[in-house]
């Protein structure tokens, strides 16, 4: 059996993850309304967050006006949605996703198999740096046929640990000396809780399948795989191994023994991200980039935030990594598909390559006081993004550094992709596992894997 025990080195990334996207729907449906009564195709696209600040929504109105005035042709209309695994396949069958809507890495090759999303190789390979493109991470939304389905737009990330500097500091701890280690984090989030009655000196995400996610997630930190893929494609599901037993076993004592983890378990990547703005949260572990999101959505305080690499222990140990893509319902009209990959260019991707771009849309953000220069692993390469980077230097607002724990490491990190079969559907089947263990003290962790085991090889068995 090939094992996918391996960590995948920045520059190769493959298989990369979903995690909790950002993404925005409404009542788009790729067919019967682009065209509005003055001829201009009309594009409905993805926006931000539900409530999110009014100086985002007025940086993101800034630049559809910016885009439209380059292209009088396009009517672009936005729509607010938060992507949840548990309701986005509903949407989708519906018709009420947008006709740019946002996927997962994990997501596209199971609706590229189902032909629930549109081919856009024609439409992509008009983009002059349509070849430049990381090859692991352009595959992530490539069908069997070899086209262009989904178009990688944002995000890619390295998950990191997040953590309040104040509450640091409210404990006695430095933030500027964050834990390296998992034993580390369970003595910072002890002394977090005890000097913050109420507080949660570390949290977990546990419902909308970000349990099974973050479980994931602390299963490779420490040497573990919860799937085996052979060399005939056939997966094994093996969530029955020592890392994530240590995982869990090291939530059961932050709960049982150290009461650190607060009284709210069942938390997903919003309502999680509210509770750290709001600093009821010490530390947790998301992708590297949701600063943005915080900032944008929860009201942030930047001062109070730090992000540090995820702690890794034992051989094999490893980050898990992920992204967003940018999709079109599977009925996408020619027409609505030439406008889509234009925005998708202009909001999403050409301030990466482009000097003039990147500076714009850096000044545009700046002018409303939105973030701008989030840690992100890199689309096309070390070289490109470090280059980006430079081109935005003046511009850069985010706390840089409040977050070299992070950054003095992020082009080394041993990457590893989420688990590449039936994703969503065994991370649900996780979810009730991680709930359990933090709610009944006398949780059987062996029984409690051996039977999601049982029931995501199953899933895996249908093919």
Same mark, same amino acid.
């Given at each position: 059996m090939k094992s996918t025990r391996r960590a995948i080195a920045l520059t190769l990334v493959?298989?990369?993850?979903?995690?909790?996207?950002?993404?925005?729907?409404?009542?788009?449906?790729?067919?019967?309304d682009g065209e509005s009564a003055d001829g201009k195709t009309t594009l409905k696209v993805v926006s931000l967050l539900p409530g999110s600040e009014p100086e985002a929504i007025d940086a993101f109105n800034e630049q559809v006006k910016q885009f439209e005035d380059a292209n009088p042709d396009i009517d672009v209309v936005p729509e607010e949605y938060e992507w949840k695994a548990t309701t986005f396949a509903a949407q989708l069958a519906g018709g009420t996703l947008p006709d740019v809507f946002e996927i997962p890495f994990t997501d596209a090759k199971t609706l590229v198999e189902n032909k629930q999303i549109a081919d856009l190789d024609t439409q992509f390979r008009t983009l002059p740096y349509a070849d430049k493109f990381n090859p692991a991470i352009i595959e992530a939304g490539t069908g069997p046929d070899g086209h262009v389905y989904a178009i990688p737009a944002k995000n890619v990330y390295g998950v990191g640990l997040h953590y309040n500097r104040a509450l640091f500091e409210s404990a006695g701890l430095d933030?500027?000396? /964050?834990?390296?280690?998992?034993?580390?984090?369970?003595?910072?989030?002890?002394?977090?809780?005890?000097?913050?009655?109420?507080?949660?000196?570390?949290?977990? #995400?546990?419902?909308?399948?970000?349990?099974?996610?973050?479980?994931?997630?602390?299963?490779?930190?420490?040497?573990?795989?919860v799937q085996e893929v052979g060399d005939d494609g056939k997966a094994t599901e093996?969530?029955?191994?020592?890392?994530?037993?240590?995982?869990?076993?090291?939530?059961?004592? @932050?709960?049982?023994?150290?009461?650190?983890?607060? =009284?709210?378990?069942?938390?997903?990547?919003?309502?999680?991200n509210e509770a750290f703005a709001a600093g009821q949260v010490g530390m947790y572990t998301s992708g590297s980039d949701v600063y943005t999101s915080m900032v944008q959505s929860n009201g942030l305080d930047p001062a109070t935030y730090g992000l540090t690499?995820?702690?890794?222990?034992?051989?094999?140990?490893?980050?898990?990594?992920?992204?967003?893509?940018?999709? #079109? /319902?599977?009925?996408?009209?020619?027409?609505?598909?030439?406008?889509?990959?234009?925005?998708?260019?202009? +909001?999403?991707?050409?301030?990466?390559?482009?000097?003039?771009?990147?500076?714009?849309?850096?000044?545009?953000?700046?002018?409303?006081? $939105?973030?701008?220069?989030? /840690?992100? @692993? /890199?689309? +096309? =390469?070390?070289?490109?993004? @470090?280059?980006?980077q430079e081109w935005i230097k003046d511009y850069i607002n985010v706390p840089l550094n409040q977050m070299t724990g992070y950054t003095d490491t992020m082009f080394d990190l041993p990457l590893v992709g989420e688990p590449s079969q039936k994703t969503q559907?065994?991370?649900?089947?996780?979810?009730?596992?991680? $709930?359990?263990?933090?709610?009944?003290?006398?949780?059987?962790?062996?029984?409690?894997?051996?039977?999601?085991?049982?029931?995501?090889?199953?899933?895996?068995?249908?093919?």
């Amino acid at each position: 059996m090939k094992s996918t025990r391996r960590a995948i080195a920045l520059t190769l990334v493959g298989a990369l993850t979903a995690t909790a996207l950002a993404a925005c729907s409404g009542s788009g449906s790729g067919e019967g309304d682009g065209e509005s009564a003055d001829g201009k195709t009309t594009l409905k696209v993805v926006s931000l967050l539900p409530g999110s600040e009014p100086e985002a929504i007025d940086a993101f109105n800034e630049q559809v006006k910016q885009f439209e005035d380059a292209n009088p042709d396009i009517d672009v209309v936005p729509e607010e949605y938060e992507w949840k695994a548990t309701t986005f396949a509903a949407q989708l069958a519906g018709g009420t996703l947008p006709d740019v809507f946002e996927i997962p890495f994990t997501d596209a090759k199971t609706l590229v198999e189902n032909k629930q999303i549109a081919d856009l190789d024609t439409q992509f390979r008009t983009l002059p740096y349509a070849d430049k493109f990381n090859p692991a991470i352009i595959e992530a939304g490539t069908g069997p046929d070899g086209h262009v389905y989904a178009i990688p737009a944002k995000n890619v990330y390295g998950v990191g640990l997040h953590y309040n500097r104040a509450l640091f500091e409210s404990a006695g701890l430095d933030p500027d000396s /964050p834990p390296t280690t998992w034993d580390q984090v369970r003595e910072y989030a002890k002394k977090i809780a005890d000097a913050n009655p109420g507080v949660a000196g570390y949290a977990q #995400m546990t419902q909308n399948n970000t349990g099974g996610w973050q479980l994931t997630v602390n299963t490779y930190s420490r040497g573990g795989r919860v799937q085996e893929v052979g060399d005939d494609g056939k997966a094994t599901e093996s969530l029955d191994n020592d890392g994530t037993k240590e995982a869990l076993e090291f939530l059961q004592a @932050l709960r049982w023994e150290d009461n650190s983890m607060g =009284s709210n378990f069942l938390l997903d990547w919003g309502t999680m991200n509210e509770a750290f703005a709001a600093g009821q949260v010490g530390m947790y572990t998301s992708g590297s980039d949701v600063y943005t999101s915080m900032v944008q959505s929860n009201g942030l305080d930047p001062a109070t935030y730090g992000l540090t690499a995820l702690p890794l222990d034992g051989d094999d140990a490893g980050v898990l990594t992920g992204g967003t893509l940018a999709a #079109m /319902p599977a009925k996408a009209t020619d027409d609505k598909k030439a406008a889509a990959v234009k925005w998708i260019d202009f +909001f999403y991707l050409n301030k990466l390559v482009d000097q003039d771009a990147a500076v714009k849309d850096a000044q545009t953000l700046v002018a409303s006081d $939105q973030p701008v220069g989030t /840690p992100v @692993l /890199p689309m +096309f =390469s070390k070289e490109q993004y @470090l280059e980006n980077q430079e081109w935005i230097k003046d511009y850069i607002n985010v706390p840089l550094n409040q977050m070299t724990g992070y950054t003095d490491t992020m082009f080394d990190l041993p990457l590893v992709g989420e688990p590449s079969q039936k994703t969503q559907e065994i991370y649900a089947l996780i979810d009730p596992v991680v $709930q359990a263990v933090l709610t009944d003290q006398n949780a059987d962790i062996d029984k409690l894997l051996a039977d999601a085991n049982k029931q995501a090889q199953a899933l895996l068995d249908q093919g």
